[in-house]
Each structure stands twice: as C-alpha cells, then as structure tokens.
C-alpha cells in the first residue's frame, strides 16, 4: 500500500504533528538532535503516536564514503546513535545521504569529486552502514541512504550493489527518482523508474516526491527541480510500480515552503493515483 507523507515545513513537533493531522497523513519527518536522549526521543515519538502518526524519516546525513577513516568511524557513530534515538522514538528509518571522496571537505555531507564514482567510494559507503547497523536495536528502524547522481549511489546499479555489499536486514534505500534523473533517464523517465521499483523491491524504505523539468541552456542543460505535477516525472508509471512493492510504501512529499504546497502535491498524488487505477492512503 502505497502510504502519503510529507516532510513538513514546521518549527517545532507540535506544529508538525498538527499540520499533519490536518492533512491526513500517514506519516511525516521529525528532528532529533544526537544528544536528545532516549527517555526525551520516546517522549517525542508518543506525541506523533498519539496523534497517529508514523515518523518515516530522521535526517543524519553524514560523510560515509569519505577518504579519511576517521571522519567514517565518526558518521557510524552517529548512525548507530541515531538509530537508537530512532528505536526509542518508534521511527522507521533514519536517513543519510553517500557521502562523497573529497578529502578536503570530509566534513561535509555533500561535494562533487571525481572518486564520487569509484568502487572504492561504494566500498567505504558500505562498510560505514555495516558498522553503523552492526549492532541494531530491538526495533524496525532501518537505516537508508538516498540515491542521488552526484554521490556514489548515483544509479540503479549501484544501489543494488549497495543493498548487496551490506546485506543487512537494517539497511536499505532511500529511492529518490528526481535526484536520479540526467540525460540518459529524463527522457523516458516511466520505464526507468519502473526498472529502479522493480529490481531494487523491498529495499526500498521510503520515496521522495518532488518533481523536475529540463530547461535547455545555450550550450548545456539544466535539470530543475519544481513542485509536483509542474515537472516531467512520471507518477503514472511510478505509483503503479509502488502499487506492486508488499507492505506499507511510504511517500513522502519534500522541499515543499507552506502547508498549502503540500496539499497541492497530495492532490496532484491522488489524481494520478485514480487515472492509473492505484490506491493511494493517508491516515487510516
């Protein structure tokens, strides 16, 4: 069942958890800093419980594929700590981003570098999760990371290979379709989606809904993200490739600025949902 969320332009947990609530979603993100504690995350976690409400993803982007073993050793840290804060607040994943090869910008989470591509980059990304997941809590929590062309996860096949190098039951992937889209994906973006939806199944923890549109340049292109039903993506194709996955998919709405935004994008979900013949839900 393919499950509506959002991640949701709030300021606080309250704030999120209401307007969720008035959207009707089945689940949304939530912010927890590494030194909340466990007693104060699962405090957390019951608001949007009570509310009914799922937590689909806690940020913990981090540099997993960096050069420098120290800055790895301390991303697996943050990842196991993040994903015991996770446990305690009830959360189905914790996310992160693939890091890049960049050895002067190890600290960061994101850069663009040649080695971005090397099997090294993907081999470091997946010993970073082992560690991260070597000792999980007693919960569903999964940690993700997302794909997208600028990182090691830059293709089907490398997330695929990612799923297979770490081979835990912990691990598995954020597929964001627009952060895959280039030239050679863009243009019959249906069928590729469908293969990624496919091939990568059960892997696949959470979606990014968002949407993208080429906008040719004098001599290059640019490919723009734009809210949903504005762009080239196509949600036919990929909601009928969700519709297939087992269990409860959550799709999550993001980089939306307002409330309204966001109810824009999940109107827009649910009349392609209806034309292609898919259900689509929010809150039970």
């Not at 087992?246 to 392609?272: F, I, K, M, Q, Y």
């Amino acid at each position: 069942m393919i499950r509506l969320c959002a991640a949701l332009p709030a300021r606080s947990a309250d704030e999120a958890v209401a307007m969720a609530s008035r959207l009707r979603l089945w689940g949304t993100d939530a912010h927890l800093p590494l030194d909340v504690g466990e007693e104060a995350a699962a405090a957390i976690g019951r608001r949007y419980r009570d509310a009914g409400l799922r937590i689909v993803q806690l940020s913990c982007y981090r540099n997993v594929s960096s050069p420098v073993t120290e800055v790895r050793a301390r991303a697996a840290r943050d990842l196991a700590a993040m994903l015991r804060l996770g446990a305690a607040a009830g959360a189905l994943h914790v996310v992160t981003g693939a890091g890049h090869r960049d050895p002067d910008r190890s600290g960061d989470p994101f850069a663009a570098h040649p080695d971005n591509y090397s099997d090294e980059a993907l081999e470091a990304l997946a010993q970073t999760c082992r560690d991260a997941v070597a000792a999980p809590p007693d919960a569903a929590v999964r940690l993700l990371v997302e794909t997208w062309v600028m990182t090691p996860l830059h293709s089907l096949l490398r997330a695929a290979e990612a799923v297979r190098r770490v081979a835990s039951p912990r691990f598995g992937i954020l597929f964001d379709p627009v952060n895959l889209m280039n030239l050679d994906t863009y243009f019959d973006n249906g069928s590729f989606l469908a293969r990624c939806v496919q091939q990568l199944g059960p892997a696949i923890g959470l979606v990014h809904a968002k949407d993208t549109l080429l906008h040719p340049e004098r001599f290059t292109y640019q490919l723009a993200e734009e809210p949903i039903g504005q762009g080239a993506l196509d949600y036919g194709a990929l909601l009928t490739a969700l519709s297939a996955l087992p269990g409860d998919v959550p799709l999550c709405v993001e980089h939306v600025e307002s409330e309204a935004a966001v109810a824009r994008a999940l109107a827009h979900l649910r009349a392609v949902a209806a034309r292609v013949g898919v259900e689509v839900r929010g809150a039970d």
